[in-house]
């Protein structure tokens, strides 16, 4: 019950960082590729062109909750806002694998109001199981129903949420990319695994 109290205050929490508001609206249809290697000691990303990671400093002026170590943002705004993936982190109490902690939260913001699955895709991070999670519910009684991509792991003893939140319908350019980034998360210095396969 814990576990489940603490994703959906997480999740509520992050609505309001994650649905900034913008004017204006862009559309790409092109190949979605990596323009941009994140790594922060412990997270890697590949970020597409025209995204960019907000620093420590814009996260706390933004006001996130404190368990978020990283943010990845789409510089121009779709739909009246700017997309974001944030990544947070929470010590686990009990030994958990990838694959037991993804089923985990899922659990969790199920129980979200008007949840409803849109799809769940089975992704590997690392070579372990895990599944993108999407959905769209209410994180709120005062906000709109929203879409969100999920993609949660599990490393030694923390576990790691990737959560991107957007209007209810979105074009497809920006699911290729929100599911780009969250594909190909990794917990690997991208640098080393790039040498170590040469």
């Not at 062109?49 to 779709?78: C, D, I, N, R, Y």
């Not at 997309?83 to 089923?103: C, F, G, I, M, W």
């Not at 917990?187 to 790039?194: E, I, N, Q, R, Y």
């Amino acid at each position: 019950m814990m576990l489940i109290m603490t994703h959906r205050t997480s999740l509520t929490l992050l609505a309001a960082f994650l649905t900034l508001s913008a004017c204006g609206s862009t559309t790409s249809k092109t190949a979605v590729v990596c323009d941009q290697q994140f790594w922060n000691g412990t997270v890697a990303a590949c970020l597409p062109k025209g995204w960019k990671v907000l620093s420590q400093e814009q996260l706390q002026v933004l006001g996130v909750p404190e368990e978020t170590m990283a943010a990845f943002q789409f510089e121009t705004p779709h739909a009246g806002q700017l997309d974001t993936v944030a990544v947070t982190r929470e010590p686990l109490s009990q030994n958990l694998d990838t694959a037991e902690y993804s089923q985990s939260n899922i659990l969790a913001v199920s129980a979200l109001p008007e949840y409803t699955l849109i799809d769940k895709i089975t992704v590997y991070i690392d070579a372990k199981e895990t599944a993108l999670h999407i959905f769209s519910a209410r994180p709120s009684p005062d906000q709109p129903i929203r879409r969100y991509y999920q993609l949660s792991a599990a490393v030694e003893s923390t576990g790691y949420t990737f959560t991107g939140s957007f209007p209810l319908s979105i074009k497809e350019s920006e699911a290729a990319e929100v599911q780009f980034i969250l594909k190909n998360i990794s917990f690997k210095d991208p640098v080393k695994a790039t040498t170590a396969t040469k």
